[in-house]
């Protein structure tokens, strides 16, 4: 477990370097470029602050032995029983804020490049309604889990022996959480758990819906940025195209780093696979995610990473030296693009 504490302690320094760069950016660099949108990219980034800190506090062991996925704290905290149960619940239902607030950003740039007369009604109100649904994700997730993980006394003897043997810890003294499909009756009949499959299919569900609105989303914001092209300033449709890559790898990432690592280790108990401690791997992607997900902006945005390569006095010299009135361009695109 050294490498893997290794990694989450790495994951956790880059995570608060690199969002805390990214949000600087985004106050110093993004106020013109993206008006009110860039309330969207600080709440995402400030969240990833939130969430490796959950994280560390955290410190998640993840193992399988069929029919249970377990998750248990090692960190200091890891013998506040009650304390660390809402701990590990919280740090799940992060999963759930994560592609929310995806879907939420890429339901923004919709409105923006689909139908910007519906922003022009309210930006700020229309900014608060997007944080709604994101909210009750976060909570039904914490809900699911907290329910149909719960910490009870079948589980902890199921998993005394495993826990004790390879981790030397006691699953009756350690926080912990667990899905558990079914058990075995004294007639040898399996029992199965209708609270911990029902954790499993509302997770689905949320998942799936939020996944649904992100692709209509960006299906509907590629088809308008190709229709729009040639009615569109140079300048908007670049900025325009910036954002779109920039929400798609986010959108990619988390699903071969988070989501199908997770689904994957809740799913495999069902089918009687049993993968010990190598279920671990998907700890050490979680860790490392939120270091990962700030850098994508930072490179795919030009604003941003002419800064980061030190390119803005070679930007500043040329536009001085040719003497291009940048302000028109600036207010114009800022209006079109949102």
């Known amino acids: 477990m050294l490498y893997l504490h290794i990694i989450q302690y790495f994951g956790f320094i880059g995570s608060q370097l690199a969002n805390s760069l990214l949000i600087y950016l985004i106050l110093t660099k993004a106020r013109k470029l993206f008006g009110m949108y860039r309330f969207v990219m600080l709440g995402f980034a400030f969240f990833f602050l939130f969430y490796s800190w959950i994280e560390i506090l955290t410190q998640p062991i993840i193992h399988i032995k069929s029919p249970v996925c377990i998750v248990f704290m090692d960190s200091s905290l890891k013998y506040f ?11 799940c239902a992060c999963f759930a804020l994560v592609i929310s607030l995806l879907s939420a950003q890429f339901f923004y740039r919709f409105l923006a490049v689909c139908k910007p007369h519906i922003l022009s009604h309210g930006e700020e109100r229309i900014l608060f309604y997007l944080c709604v649904p994101c ?32 981790y030397n810890e006691d699953s009756e003294s350690v926080a912990l959480i667990a899905v558990m499909y079914w058990s075995v009756g004294p007639d040898g009949q399996k029992k199965w758990k209708i609270n911990d499959i029902g954790l499993l299919l509302a997770c689905v569900i949320t998942i799936g819906g939020c996944f649904m609105t992100i692709v209509y989303c960006a299906s509907r914001i590629y088809k308008k940025m190709k229709d729009s092209s040639g009615h569109m300033s140079e300048r908007t449709m670049e900025l325009n195209r910036q954002l779109f890559i920039t929400l798609t790898i986010q959108t990619i990432l988390p699903l071969f780093m988070m989501y199908i690592p997770v689904g994957l280790a809740t799913s495999l108990p069902i089918f009687e696979i049993h993968t010990g401690r190598i279920a671990n791997f998907t ?33 500043v010299a040329s536009r001085t030296t040719f003497s291009i009135p940048v302000s028109g361009i600036h207010s114009s695109s800022t209006n079109a693009i949102l």
């Open 81 to 91: 029983k009650s304390a660390g149960f809402i701990i590990t619940c919280l740090y």
């Open 135 to 166: 909210f009750l994700c976060f909570v039904a997730w914490f809900e699911f889990v907290y329910w149909g993980m719960a910490n009870t006394v079948e589980k902890q003897l199921y998993m005394k022996s495993e826990l004790a043997e390879i």
């Open 283 to 315: 700890a050490a992607s979680l860790a490392v995610y939120p270091f990962l997900e700030p850098i994508v902006p930072m490179l795919c945005i030009k604003e941003f990473k002419n800064f980061i390569l030190c390119r803005q006095k070679q930007k």
